[in-house]
């Protein structure tokens, strides 16, 4: 499905955040959202997701306003958010974490093809989750996202303090679910990563799109070298 953002406003009571983002995802495209601290991105996810609701424009399913419905019916609809921080029930198993994203299908959800594209929570299923590492944690809450069998997927930072290898994992299965026709709107603040999987990228500096393009285009940007690669050509 495509998901799209038009014109939107958001913020917090009467603290404006978001200024006219607009923004569209497709089936099979990965689209990072980059930008630094503060920026807005967590907010747009937010907006996105029906957490808080905008103040201005329009989120878009496949062309249908869905602005300001709950995040139950997002859910419902096909949308899945994978919130910063790896969000896991710790003292709860991985299986039980896992079953938990199958709650808006009544409990039915493709374990066996979550475990697929994360062979390494197979021998942890009945292990506390608190107790995996942080990059196993990660995959606990995507797997728990997958589970709703989404149709789009956006994902807050999901590589943050983890290993390069354990990130190039992560981004391996973002890539498998678009091979699958998923739409992908991933947040990252590695941009070296993002930029690795993406297909468009769009710049986001207080609560704005600055810029967007392909990474390919937008790392020949000096402004973007320098903000985000550490000034190295990618
Ligand atoms: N619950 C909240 N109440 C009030 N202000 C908030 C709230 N959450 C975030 N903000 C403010 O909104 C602005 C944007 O924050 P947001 O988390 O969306 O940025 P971000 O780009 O995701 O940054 P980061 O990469 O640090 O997570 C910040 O100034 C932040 O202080």
């Given amino acids: 499905m495509t998901l799209a953002v038009e014109g939107l406003d958001a913020g917090y009571g009467k603290l404006a955040i978001l200024h006219e983002v607009s923004l569209s995802v497709a089936p099979g495209e990965i689209v990072t959202v ?15 997701n029906g957490l808080i609701r905008p103040t201005a424009g329009a989120v878009t399913i496949d062309g249908v306003d ?68 942080g990059g196993e944690q990660q995959m606990v809450a995507i797997g728990r996202g997958l589970m709703a069998a989404p149709k789009a997927i956006m994902l807050d930072e999901p590589s943050i303090g983890l290993a390069p290898k354990v990130v190039a994992e992560i981004m391996k299965v973002l890539t498998e679910l678009r091979g699958r026709g998923m739409a992908v709107l991933l947040v990252e603040q590695n941009v070296r990563a993002s930029f690795g999987i993406a297909d468009r990228a769009v710049v986001m500096q207080r609560g704005r799109v600055v810029l967007e393009g392909t990474p390919a285009e937008l790392v020949e940007l000096p402004e973007v070298r320098n903000a985000y690669l550490g000034g190295a050509a990618a």
């Fill in 66 to 133: 869905i602005t300001g419905k709950p995040t139950e019916k997002m859910a419902a609809l096909g949308l899945t958010h994978v919130p910063e921080n790896r969000l896991c029930f710790p003292t709860l198993s991985v299986r039980d974490n896992l079953m938990l994203g199958a709650w808006s299908r009544g409990g039915k959800g493709d374990l066996a093809a979550v475990l697929e594209l994360f062979p390494r929570l197979q021998p942890r299923l009945g292990q506390a989750a608190g107790t995996l590492s």
């Fill in 34 to 48: 980059v930008g630094s601290n503060g920026a807005g991105k967590t907010t747009l996810l937010r907006a996105l």
